[in-house]
């Protein structure tokens, strides 16, 4: 069984860094995409960045050029680096695990960006 526990979330004012961190348990970490999401009040949940197990990345263009994703298997954890935060970027941010047709969530962290 998989588990996922994210950490970094909070308030910060627009302009500012947040690294959120997301620690998976089991055996499969290594070899799993892992991708960050994202869910603002009233709309969907919508894709942040994923990352292989090759490390080759993947952003929304909204975040491009602000974010990084990055993990070590080692740590079995995946973070995601938020610099130049905007309000629009407040949301509850949830770490994904996605290993053959199945995929894992973590309970979310709370993101605020104040104007």
């Known amino acids: 069984q998989v588990q996922l526990v994210e950490s970094g979330g909070g308030l910060v004012q627009a302009g500012g860094s947040l690294r959120l961190s997301c620690a998976a348990s089991?055996?499969?970490?290594?070899?799993?995409?892992m991708g960050w999401y994202r869910q603002a009040p009233g709309k969907q949940r919508e894709l942040v960045a994923t990352?292989?197990?090759?490390?080759?990345?993947n952003y929304a263009d909204s975040v491009k050029g602000r974010f990084t994703i990055s993990r070590d298997n080692a740590k079995n954890t995946v973070y995601l680096q938020m610099n130049s935060l905007k309000p629009e970027d407040t949301a509850v941010y949830y770490c994904?695990?996605?290993?053959?047709?199945?995929?894992?969530w973590g309970q979310g962290t709370q993101v605020t960006v104040s104007s």
């Open positions: 994904n695990l996605a290993h053959l047709w199945t995929d894992y």
């Open positions: 089991g055996s499969i970490f290594s070899i799993s995409v």
């Open positions: 990352i292989t197990t090759g490390g080759s990345t």
